[in-house]
């Protein structure tokens, strides 16, 4: 049976069935266009629930989210970004092929009081994208309190296609986010009991959607949930377009899975359904374990709350009234949408690979790492010489499911385990996500772009997991042909990790040394030294918590997480 979770007060989860009415109007996010866009992030607060007020941010004369940027392909825009958050930012264009330098990474810092005015040519096929922070350590923080808002952007293949384009009355921004509040309703950004289903930043929403085929642009912006997203009853829809594009045709079905930052376009028939209410749903239970928002390890009675309620049921997301009919309704479903040729595996002319690991197998909260590293600002990952078509494969030894996101290019999914992708999953990409155990490979053209100083990034997009340094960069220059890169093996071994006695610190391979650094997460040295072959160090004395190493080897640098407990 389908529920909507309230929220959880002291532990109980409040529920109520699905026929119970959802009690807000679904805030339509304003829209802002032309080739000047002026944003404008600062700190507000919004009555979620009874109590206290909730502390938000907000963009332009929105408390919470921002306005929706309309742009059409081939436009020049420049755009300000007004940082009022009282700490530093950045805005990042997810999905936007731009110049590294625009693209509002963690290198395009804001300060508090200060902006920032990228100016860019829209090259993007008409799809739906998305604007959020990527300051380091805080994309979580940032984005969760609503420093993010739509893009939708449009170009004349689309706006020859019959498809609904009226955005509110019959083509729906769909923001997505589930959240955790805690008893004083602030948010708790790297909470995982996220009970609370915002879309569009309102709790407990219902539309109105006129009685004719309609389209809905779906945002997963939480933080880590899933969404196995459906209609009430298995009622069939239509896929139209995936991250970063419109599909060849539509895909009908009843489920479309959204991990965090994917986007989907799809067309929803509610012709003849006038008065009659339908939700948008996530059916969880049929996510496999593993995918956050899927069912979870049943724990002991008496444990603390550790997971949301929601994870492995199926709920209602978004109430539909079904109204009368607009003016020129589309009544049909298009047959067909654009071309779109993905590129050959054979066109490719370098592979790598990222493979996903934790620091043992029964962890869940992180850290996760690419190829055995954190994040490090110093360590270029990749440098990819300008037109490379590149595979990579992208394997989870983890035990959770990681949605890869990658800047600058999008994707097509070559195979999933070496089978073909779902026929779902086709078409231009920009995250994915790798279950478990899964091997994926992607296939993408690093084009336009060249910049040997400013990298792009790749993360996962669970967002605690990219602040906790699930990330890397790579940069785009003129590098020659082929694979320009130092494959990076774990040559120092730390552990145990987490430690209490003696940190044992080993180097695999002989001649080798490393300089080894310890800090604590503020940046106290805690422990310097050089290593040749192995050496313990004795960490009885220390405070728990966790401490940054940083070892530097022949080949270069690389930091690693230690809990010290
Ligand atoms: Cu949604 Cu690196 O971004
Ligand atoms: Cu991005
Ligand atoms: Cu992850």
């Not at 922070?133 to 939708?152: D, S």
């Not at 019959?162 to 948010?187: A, C, H, K, T, W």
């Not at 374990?289 to 199926?314: A, K, V, W």
Request: proline share 7%; glycine share 8%.
């Amino acid at each position: 049976m389908a529920v909507h979770w309230k929220r959880i007060l002291g532990g109980v989860a409040m529920a109520c069935a699905a026929h119970c009415s959802a009690q807000h109007a679904l805030s339509i996010p304003d829209t802002l266009s032309g080739t000047a866009i002026s944003l404008t992030v600062h700190t507000d607060s919004v009555a979620f629930f009874a109590g206290p007020l909730t502390p938000t941010f907000g963009i332009n004369s929105q408390k919470y989210l921002g306005p929706t940027l309309l742009l059409n392909k081939g436009d020049s825009v420049a755009l300000t970004v007004n940082n009022h958050m009282g700490d530093t930012t950045t805005m990042h264009w997810h999905g936007l092929h731009v110049a590294p330098r625009n693209d509002g990474g963690p290198y395009s810092m804001i300060m508090d009081g200060e902006s920032w005015t990228p100016k860019f040519v829209v090259r993007n096929r008409a799809s739906t994208y998305w604007y959020h922070p990527h300051m380091m350590m805080k994309t979580a923080e940032q984005a969760i309190k609503g420093a993010a808002g739509l893009i939708i952007i449009r170009d004349a293949e689309e706006a020859a296609l019959p498809l609904p384009r009226r955005y509110g009355l019959d083509d729906f921004p769909i923001i997505v986010q589930s959240v955790e509040l805690d008893s004083q309703n602030r948010f708790m950004p790297k909470g995982m009991v996220d009970s609370v289903v915002l879309v569009n930043g309102t709790d407990s929403p219902y539309v109105t959607m006129p009685a004719q085929v309609v389209r809905m642009r779906l945002l997963n912006a939480s933080g880590e949930r899933t969404f196995n997203f459906g209609f009430t009853a298995n009622h069939t829809f239509n896929l139209i377009g995936n991250d970063n594009g419109l599909l060849p045709a539509p895909i009908a079905t009843t489920r479309i899975r959204l991990s965090p930052g994917e986007r989907a376009e799809l067309l929803l028939n509610l012709g003849g359904m006038e008065g009659q209410t339908i939700y948008l749903m996530s059916y969880a239970s049929e996510l496999p374990m593993g995918i956050q928002g899927g069912p979870t390890m049943p724990m002991p009675p008496g444990s603390p709350l550790m997971n949301s309620p929601l994870n492995g049921l199926d709920f209602n997301i978004l109430q539909i009234n079904v109204g009368g009919p607009t003016a020129a309704p589309l009544t049909t479903v298009p047959a067909t949408l654009v071309t779109d040729t993905p590129y050959a595996a054979s066109s490719a002319n370098a592979t790598r690979t990222i493979h996903m690991t934790a620091d043992s197998m029964m962890v869940m909260d992180g850290p996760f790492y690419f190829n055995r590293n954190l994040f490090d600002m110093n360590r270029i990952d990749y440098r990819i010489p300008l037109n490379n078509v590149e595979i990579w494969t992208l394997m989870d030894s983890t035990m959770v499911a990681h949605p890869f996101h990658i800047h600058d290019c999008h994707f097509y999914i070559l195979d999933r385990n070496g089978n073909p992708p779902d026929t779902v999953e086709r078409g231009r990409k920009d995250v994915v996500l790798i279950q478990p155990g899964e091997t994926v490979r992607i296939i993408m053209k690093f084009e336009d772009f060249a910049d040997t100083t400013t990298p792009y990034m790749y993360h996962c997009h669970i967002l605690m997991h990219e602040d906790d340094g699930m990330m890397g960069q790579f940069l785009v220059g003129d590098y020659g042909q082929g694979v320009q890169t130092v494959n990076r093996t774990d040559e120092v071994a730390l552990f145990p990790n987490p430690a209490n006695r003696q940190l044992n610190l080993k180097l695999n391979r002989p001649g080798a040394w490393a300089d080894v650094q310890i800090a604590t997460i503020i940046g106290g040295s805690v422990y310097s030294g050089h290593v040749d072959g192995a050496t313990a160090i004795n960490v009885s004395q220390w405070p728990r918590g966790v401490y940054m190493v940083t070892l530097t080897t022949a080949t270069g640098s690389t930091v690693k997480r230690l809990l010290i407990d």
